[in-house]
């Protein structure tokens, strides 16, 4: 898989917009951004991908930069229950398996 | 839907014992994945099947691991004999096709003491 880096930690406040970031410079023109987080004692979950262009769903969005070369995962409104591990991952083109790194811890405090 | 069922949640063994983890994975996916966790190394793959037939399992740390997929609703990870290091969570999850929004199960946390 391309190399993601992200910071290993991060803190958002309640009700605040949580932006967690993630650097992949050597991602190829058709490899797509994935999302997932895992919440403490739980499997992982899928939150989002993308390729080029900005993505939103239900749970949170994805805006990646134009050169590709990073994105950012926005969680508009933050909950308690949105402390998890964020993993930002980009599997390689052709078909390859997820590979999870350290992901970034995000606390969100009242 | 249910979602990936797996069984049991908890397992406590003695080394040397035999353990078997089970999976069910979600109704049409075809593709179906065993990660182990563990505080030291992660989240990793042990081992992949599409259609029912193992496609990789480069990730099996030893013989004393062995997965099979009878048929497209289950699945078992076996352990023959456990040892202490293998005490993890241990993660199944489904697909459809070669898409990556991997759905995960609750997970089984292996002790093996």
């Known amino acids: 898989d391309a190399k993601t880096t992200q910071p290993p930690s991060m803190d958002c406040a309640e009700g605040r917009a949580a932006n967690l970031p993630c650097n992949h410079s050597?991602?190829?023109?058709?490899?797509?951004v994935y999302w997932y987080r895992q919440i403490h004692s739980q499997g992982p979950q899928y939150i989002i991908h993308?390729?080029?262009n900005n993505e939103t769903n239900e749970m949170a969005s994805l805006i990646i930069t134009e050169d590709r070369k990073s994105s950012t995962l926005i969680l508009p409104h933050a909950t308690l229950r949105d402390t998890a591990v964020y993993y930002c991952?980009?599997?390689?083109?052709?078909?390859?398996?997820?590979?999870f790194g350290k992901g970034t811890m995000l606390l969100v405090s009242p | 839907d249910a979602g990936v069922i797996q069984s049991p949640r908890h397992e406590v063994t003695e080394m040397g014992q035999e353990v078997t983890l089970r999976c069910k994975p979600i109704?049409?996916?075809?593709?179906l994945f065993w990660y182990r966790q563990t505080m030291m190394r992660g989240l990793e793959l042990l081992i992949y099947?599409?259609?029912?037939?193992?496609?990789?399992d480069s990730g099996m740390p030893e013989d004393r691991f062995s997965a099979k997929m009878p048929n497209a609703s289950f699945s078992t990870l076996k352990i023959q004999p456990s040892e202490p290091r293998d005490s993890a969570v241990y993660f199944c999850?489904?697909?459809?096709?070669?898409?990556?929004?991997?759905?995960f199960g609750s997970g089984t946390r292996l002790t093996v003491v």
């Open positions: 993308g390729l080029k």
């Open positions: 991952i980009v599997p390689n083109s052709g078909y390859s398996t997820l590979t």
């Open positions: 999850a489904s697909s459809f096709r070669s898409n990556y929004g991997y759905t």
């Open positions: 109704s049409g996916h075809d593709y």
């Open positions: 099947f599409n259609n029912n037939v193992p496609i990789d």
């Open positions: 050597t991602i190829s023109g058709n490899e797509y």
